[in-house]
C-alpha cells in the first residue's frame, strides 16, 4: 500500500458499485439476492439504435473518431439541445466523450486546482465529490432533508459561497432522490450565482427525459449563466444504453477546448460504433422512449405506496429519475434481530443480510439519514423485494 499514491488512497471506492459486488458475491454463493442498487435500465436498447449500431459495423466504422466525437454526432447533440432545452450550442462547444462520468471528470480536471471549493448539494451523486479530490479541490456540502424535498434555497446556496468557491454542481431530476428544480427555482438560485461570476456551474441533466410531470429545465437557458455553465447529459439512463458508454457536454467553447486537449492525453474519441448509433438516438422523437418512461412511473406508484406502508420509512414523491431516497433514520439506535443500526450503512447492510435485497446507503449521496433504492426492476422483483423487507424489520 505504501507504493501507492496519495491520489489513490484517497479515493472512496463506488459505494453503488461496492454494494452491487458485495449482492454479486452472496448470489455466486447461492443466496438469493434482489438487486436495487444499481442505477441501470431493466430495458434493452430499443431496437432502432441497435440497427443504426449494426449498419455502422456494416458501413466500417472502425477507425479512431476524433477526440471530441464526429461532427454529425455533435451536430445531432446541438439540434438536441435546441429542441429538447432551448439552448443554442455550436459544434466547437461540444465533447462526446466515454460516458457522462468522463465529461465530468473532464470539467473537474480542466477547472479546478488544489483549495479550491465545490458546492454539492446533497444528496449527490457519489462520484461528484470522488472526481473532485481526484482534482484535489474541496467539496463542501450543503445539506437538505426530505423535508424540503432535497432541494436547497438560495438562501442556503449563498450562505456557502466562500472566496474558494470555485464550481457548483447541479443534479435535476435527481439521482438519487428523483427531486426536480422546477424553472422558477432554477432562475431564484442562478439570481445568486449572477452576483458570483467567478463560480461556474455543471449542470448533470442524465435523467431529464425520466419525469413524471414536471417540465425540464436548463440551467444554460438562462443567458447571465450560459457562458459559465457546462451541461452535462448522454444516452445511458433515457435510451437504456448504459454500456454503450456515450456522455456528452455542451460548454463555453474554451472549456470545452480543454476538455478535448485532457481527453486526447487519457482515452482519445469514444466508441465510433456507439457514436453511429447516438446520432440515431438523438435525431429520433423523444416519444420514441415513452414506453419506458410510463413503466418507471408505474413502479414508482407502486414502490411508494409499499415503502409508506412500512413503520419508520419517511418518503417523498420522487418527481423524475427511477429511484427512492427514504428516511430511514427512525431505525438508528434500535436493535434489529440482534444487531444494532446506527446509520444508514448498517441500515444497507442489515436489508442485504436479512431481507437479500440491495440498496445502497445515503452516506455515499451526503445524507446519511437515507438509503436509495432503485425501482429500475421488474415489478415482481419490486413487490417481492419490499415484502422481504418489511418481513425483515417486524
Not at 442498487?37 to 479512431?64: H, R, W
Not at 468522463?102 to 451523486?125: F, H, K, R, T
Not at 449572477?194 to 442524465?206: Q, R, T, V
Amino acid at each position: 500500500m505504501d507504493a501507492l499514491s496519495n491520489r489513490i488512497n484517497n479515493l472512496p471506492v463506488s459505494a453503488t458499485l461496492a454494494m452491487a459486488a458485495k449482492a454479486r458475491e452472496l448470489k455466486s454463493q447461492g443466496v438469493d439476492i434482489i438487486g436495487l442498487s444499481l442505477g441501470e435500465p431493466d430495458f434493452n436498447t430499443p431496437e432502432f439504435i441497435k440497427d443504426a449500431a449494426i449498419q455502422a459495423v456494416n458501413d466500417n466504422y472502425n477507425s479512431y473518431s476524433p477526440v471530441d466525437g464526429y461532427v454529425e454526432l455533435k451536430e445531432a447533440i446541438c439540434t438536441k439541445f435546441k429542441r429538447d432545452n432551448g439552448v443554442s450550442y455550436d459544434p466547437s462547444q461540444i465533447v462526446v466523450s466515454t460516458g457522462a462520468k468522463q465529461s465530468i471528470a473532464n470539467v473537474c480536471m480542466v477547472l479546478l486546482n488544489p483549495g479550491d471549493e465545490v458546492l454539492l448539494p446533497a444528496p449527490y451523486w457519489v462520484s461528484y465529490s470522488a472526481i473532485a479530490t481526484l482534482a484535489e479541490a474541496t467539496s463542501k456540502i450543503i445539506p437538505t432533508s426530505i423535508d424540503s424535498n432535497f432541494k436547497i434555497t438560495p438562501a442556503d446556496l449563498e450562505a456557502a459561497i466562500t472566496p474558494k468557491t470555485k464550481l457548483i454542481m447541479f443534479n435535476s431530476p435527481n439521482n438519487p432522490s428523483g427531486t426536480i428544480y422546477t424553472e422558477e427555482e432554477y432562475r431564484a438560485i442562478g439570481k445568486v450565482l449572477e452576483k458570483y461570476p467567478d463560480i461556474f456551474i455543471l449542470s448533470d441533466e442524465i435523467y431529464e427525459h425520466i419525469n413524471y410531470g414536471t417540465p425540464h429545465f436548463s440551467l444554460a437557458a438562462i443567458p447571465e449563466l450560459y457562458d459559465r455553465t457546462i451541461t452535462v447529459n448522454g444516452v445511458a439512463k433515457a435510451f437504456a444504453m448504459t454500456g454503450w458508454r456515450i456522455g456528452y457536454i455542451g460548454a463555453p467553447t474554451w472549456i470545452a477546448k480543454a476538455c478535448n486537449k485532457m481527453q486526447g492525453q487519457i482515452t482519445s474519441g469514444a466508441n465510433c460504433i456507439a457514436q453511429r448509433a447516438t446520432i440515431t438516438a438523438l435525431e429520433a422523437p423523444v416519444s420514441n422512449i415513452q414506453y419506458m418512461v410510463d413503466e418507471f412511473k408505474n413502479r414508482r406508484e407502486l414502490i411508494t405506496k409499499l415503502l409508506s406502508e412500512i413503520p419508520g420509512f419517511k418518503l417523498n414523491e420522487p418527481e423524475g429519475a427511477f429511484y427512492v431516497f427514504p428516511d430511514i433514520s427512525y431505525f438508528f439506535g434500535k436493535i434489529i434481530r440482534e444487531k444494532r443500526i446506527e446509520n444508514s450503512n448498517d441500515f444497507a447492510l442489515f436489508l442485504l443480510e436479512h431481507a437479500h435485497v440491495a440498496t445502497v446507503s445515503g452516506d455515499a449521496f451526503g445524507n446519511d439519514d437515507c438509503i436509495r433504492i432503485s425501482y429500475a426492476a421488474s415489478v415482481e422483483n419490486i413487490k417481492e423485494a419490499i415484502h422481504r423487507i418489511a418481513n425483515a424489520l417486524s
